[in-house]
């Protein structure tokens, strides 16, 4: 079960009442996770990312892109701001009252990866190293 989602109903079965609690996960930048979806997919490591004003510049044409042709965007302003906001959270509170824990990144990476294989995301196979399934 995805972390957050056991941490939601945890809350709801025994966390305090008008209490509220941060359900984060990792901190990690997203040239790690690219890079870690490369390594367990035997792919090259990428060396760096595009700058984020580059990034802001191109999103509004990739959203029109991607509402002109019906598919989902891959880059969209909103989830460029989500990604230059500052994100430390602290989950100390929802450790201690609900016993929240995360999972380890890698874990959630080849999660997102086996699923984005099973909905056919990828235009090219997708193989799994280091003993995972091979999808």
Not at 26 to 50: D, P, Q, S
Not at 54 to 79: D, G, H, Q
Request: no cysteine; proline share 4%.
């Amino acid at each position: 079960m995805n972390d957050v989602a056991e941490g939601l109903i945890t809350a709801a079965k025994s966390g305090r009442s008008g209490e509220s609690y941060l359900l984060a996960g990792h901190n990690i930048t997203v040239l790690e996770i690219m890079n870690e979806a490369a390594r367990m997919t035997g792919r090259r490591e990428f060396k760096w990312t595009a700058p984020i004003w580059l990034a802001k510049l191109i999103a509004p044409f990739t959203e029109a892109w991607s509402k002109f042709f019906k598919k989902t965007p891959v880059l969209t302003r909103y989830s460029l701001f989500t990604m230059s906001t500052p994100h430390q959270f602290s989950i100390d509170k929802a450790k201690k009252e609900l016993g929240y824990s995360i999972r380890p990144m890698s874990e959630t990476i080849r999660n997102t990866l086996e699923f984005m294989v099973k909905e056919k995301r990828f235009k090219t196979a997708v193989v799994f190293r280091y003993g995972l399934a091979k999808l």
